[in-house]
C-alpha cells in the first residue's frame, strides 16, 4: 500500500509526526502488537520525477517498534495506556525543501489491518 503527500506549493517539513496504536506496543521486537513485520514500512522524500532524495532509516524497512528509535529524535508512549507509540522526526537544522510536486511517501509493505491505528502527520511552513 502506497501513501504519499504531495506539496501543491513551495514549503519546507521541519517534522514527521508518527503514531502506531494497538493493543501494545511495548515490545521492540513487535510492530504494534504484531509479530516483526516481513517486508516493513519505508519513509522517503521524493522529487516531481519520483527519484528518491531522501531515505529514513537508511533506506531500510522499519519492521518493528525498536526501528523508529533509529531514525526518531523522539519515541514516547502514552502513559496512561501503553497502547500507543508516539514517533518524532525532526530536520533538526535544514527542513526539507519541498518544491511544488515532491512527496512524502510511506510504503507499507505488510498487511497492518489488525493494528488500531497507524498515522503519519507532517508539518512545516509555506515558502515566503
Known amino acids: 500500500m502506497l501513501f504519499e503527500w504531495e506539496a501543491v506549493e513551495h514549503s519546507y517539513i521541519q517534522t514527521l509526526g508518527i503514531t502506531v496504536e494497538d493493543v501494545l506496543t511495548n515490545d521492540p521486537a513487535r510492530f504494534g502488537q504484531i509479530a516483526e513485520l516481513t517486508n516493513g514500512v519505508l519513509l522517503r522524500v521524493e522529487n516531481d520525477k519520483g527519484n528518491t532524495l531522501f531515505a529514513f532509516n537508511d533506506g531500510d524497512p522499519i519492521k518493528k517498534n525498536g526501528d523508529w528509535g533509529r531514525m526518531a529524535h523522539a519515541v514516547s508512549r ?23 510536486g515532491y512527496k512524502i511517501v510511506a510504503e507499507i509493505r505488510d498487511n497492518l489491518t489488525t493494528m488500531i491505528s497507524f498515522t503519519i502527520c507532517t508539518g512545516g511552513f509555506k515558502y515566503p
Open 78 to 100: 502514552n502513559a496512561l495506556s501503553n497502547k500507543l507509540l508516539c514517533i518524532i522526526y525532526t530536520t533538526s537544522t535544514h527542513p526539507f525543501n519541498m518544491s511544488e
